[in-house]
C-alpha cells in the first residue's frame, strides 16, 4: 500500500471546503423543506448531502 502525504494546509483546507459545503446543502434542504416541497422531492438533494458527509469522514479519518 502506497502512503500519501498531504500537508497540514492542504488537509485542513479540503476539510474546511467540505465543512462549507456540507453547511450550503444542509440549508438548502431547509430552505426547500421551508418552502413546501415534499420529502420525495429532496430524495436526490439527501443523497448528495450523504455523500458529502462520507467525503468529510473519510478526510477526517485520514488525518488520524
Known sequence: M???T????????TV?????ELDERRRQ???????GVQRAGM???????????EQLQLAVSQAL
Open 2 to 4: 502506497e502512503s500519501i
Open 6 to 13: 498531504i500537508s497540514r494546509s492542504d488537509h485542513q483546507s
Open 16 to 20: 474546511d471546503q467540505l465543512l462549507a
Open 29 to 35: 434542504l431547509y430552505r426547500l423543506q421551508a418552502a
Open 43 to 53: 430524495r436526490d438533494l439527501k443523497r448528495d448531502l450523504q455523500a458529502v458527509r
